[in-house]
C-alpha cells in the first residue's frame, strides 16, 4: 500500500515494490514490466510519477526500455542477469565473459596467466 502523506516519495514507493518483485523472481530478466498506461491504473497516479519510477529504475539498473517494446527487466548489458544478481548482493561478474580473470584480453583464459611463468 502506498504512503500518499508519508516522507517516501511516491514514485520511490513504486520502484521499490516493483525492485521487491524482480528481486524475489516474481519478475525475472528479460520480462515486461507493466507499461506506463497499466502502471498509472494500478497505483492511481499522473503518467510523470510512472515516468520518476521507470527513470529510478534505470538509475538502479534494474530495468531497461526499449523504444516502442516497452521496459524490461535487467540492464542493457545483462541478458543472462547480471544487474539483476548485482542488485541482490551479488558482484554478478560471474556472469561476465573474461570476468575469471586471465591475460586481461576477456577472453576468459587462466591459461595464459601461467603460460611461460617461471
Not at 521496459?71 to 541482490?88: L, N, Q
Amino acid at each position: 500500500m502506498l504512503e500518499r502523506d508519508g516522507p517516501v516519495p511516491i514514485y520511490v514507493q513504486i520502484a521499490e515494490m516493483i525492485q521487491g518483485q524482480i528481486l524475489r523472481g516474481e519478475l525475472r530478466a528479460g520480462e515486461a514490466v507493466l507499461s506506463e498506461l497499466a502502471m498509472e491504473a494500478e497505483f492511481g497516479v499522473a503518467r510523470s510519477t510512472v515516468r520518476n519510477v521507470m527513470r529510478e529504475l534505470r538509475r538502479r539498473q534494474l530495468v531497461h526500455t526499449v523504444g516502442g517494446k516497452g521496459t524490461f527487466v535487467g540492464g542493457v548489458a545483462s541478458a543472462a542477469g547480471t544487474v539483476v544478481a548485482a542488485a541482490a548482493g551479488s558482484s554478478g561478474s560471474e556472469h561476465l565473459p573474461g570476468s575469471g580473470g586471465g591475460d586481461g584480453n576477456g577472453d576468459g583464459d587462466r591459461a595464459s596467466d601461467t603460460a611461460g611463468a617461471g
